[in-house]
């Protein structure tokens, strides 16, 4: 006999009336959203989904004694390539005549080209770089409906989570898959040579702008992430046909924003007369990541940085924007309307007993930075990757 037991919360209100939440309006389960412009809008069309990974790690067995001998180099280990194996259900019942003529250029389209697989865990939008390795159709002579098998390389190992402020969610059901494509059904048997039968060919070039203006009435405040978080998990749990399909643009953050709010997190000097700009900042991401960018809008001169008990040094005086890349390459700008300079490889110093690169882990970082200039207010501002596995 099976038992069916339903989790509820309870809260005791002021005379003595009782309110039920429900938990099921919650999964901290990652869920398959979207492959590439592949929308999975419904629990049907997704059948199973299986993500496999590991980490690299080596042992050696013990020729005289239990067990293996394990060389750790670091707290966390580094995560191998991952793989999803896919089982999508296309039911296209819904669509036109015209529509299904596409439907499975459409698919395969998705599926031959790399790019991105997002995921919703919880209230956490995730997304990871893939492309197909291996793919296979069963046969199956069922009416308005496709099956198939994807098996993915997600080869960086990792699973990003989604930048609020540059990614953007537009309103999508099944029928809308045709907007923004240049679909056409083409008759071969015509004979037909003028240009009006040849017109689709001029816009293959521009088929990135082409895209980029369909959505752009979607690239807005309103439909950025940040504006609809709340309700991103009970619309992608659901699925109920409506739902969700996500564009991402990082320019278009700047114009809606400003350039100098998408730099990420801000710490400033507590005092313009003092030199030091010291402060902690938390991140929520779940593997500790080096992808780190520092930017300081002010005054310097040599100035000392200091993340979480590593320390680099940019040789020069500066009055302006200087900015520090995850690579080492350093960049000068006067102002925003300039373009940044690169400056010479020998700027970065790296202190005796220091290594090269900052890393942000889970938690509370802390943050130094010796301006040796006393006299303007300056601040720092940290953009770094949030990732899991």
Known sequence: MHLYV?????????????????????????????LNDLVIDNYDMLKTADLSGGFKYHSTEYSFGHGSYTNFRAEQGFSKEQQVSLTLKLD??????????????WLHYN?????????????????????VDDFSKPYLYEKCKCEIDVDLVLWEGIWHKADGRRTFLKPYAACDFLECLNLQAIDECTGCLDADCLSCLGKQDHEDCESCYCHEAY??????LCSLKKEIANVFYKQCGDS????TNCSVGNKLWGEESMLGTKICKKESCKPLIAGRFYSNTVLSTGNVTITIIGVVNNPIITINDNTMEIDGSFDGILTLTPSGE???????????????????????????????????NRIIIDTQDCCKMTCVYLDFERITI
């Open 6 to 34: 339903q989790i509820a919360m309870f809260e005791t209100y002021r005379g003595g009336m009782v309110k039920l939440f429900e938990c099921d309006s919650f999964f901290p389960v990652r869920k398959y959203v979207q």
């Open 244 to 247: 969700y399909q996500i564009l």
């Open 92 to 105: 296209y019942r819904k669509l036109s005549r015209e529509q299904r003529t596409h439907y499975l250029d």
């Open 111 to 131: 599926i031959t080209r790399q790019g991105k697989i997002w995921a919703i865990e919880g209230d956490t939008l995730l997304w990871a770089y893939c492309y």
């Open 219 to 224: 690239f807005t405040k309103e439909h950025a």
């Open 330 to 364: 350093v960049y000068f700008a006067e102002d925003f309307k300039c373009k940044p300079k690169l400056l010479p490889v020998e700027t970065v110093k790296i202190p005796h007993g220091n290594t090269f690169g900052f890393t942000i882990h889970q938690g509370e």
